[in-house]
């Protein structure tokens, strides 16, 4: 068993499922008129790991899809995730 491998993708599950409900939370927050969650925090979440998470909740609640930072920065982050993934899993087995 390659333990090593199943760490990062657990974490990687842990993070984009955080991520999401931490985008529908301020998507919540933002219909309430209530404090909201920091751009920085929503960005910094999907950049630690959770961009698919992040990327997916923008889809599904339509949250932040007007604002350029995250239509480019998340699909990157997307990218560069995926990258890594794909060369964990290449370099671990």
Same mark, same amino acid.
């Given at each position: 068993m390659n333990y090593p491998l199943i760490f990062i993708a657990l974490y990687f599950i842990i993070? #984009?499922? !955080?991520?999401f409900i931490l985008y529908f939370a301020d998507? *919540?927050?933002?219909? #309430?008129? *209530?404090? *909201?969650?920091?751009e920085a925090t929503l960005l910094a979440a999907a950049f630690a790991g959770g961009s698919f998470g992040a990327f997916s909740a923008m889809k599904v609640f339509r949250? /932040?899809? /007007?604002? $350029?930072? !995250?239509? $480019?920065?998340?699909? $990157?982050?997307m990218i560069l995730h995926a990258v890594l993934l794909i060369f964990a899993a290449v370099k671990l087995t």
């Open positions: 993070m #984009n499922i !955080f991520t998507k *919540r927050k933002a219909i #309430n008129h *209530r404090w *909201r969650i920091p949250h /932040k899809t /007007k604002h $350029l930072k !995250f239509t $480019l920065t998340v699909p $990157l982050m």
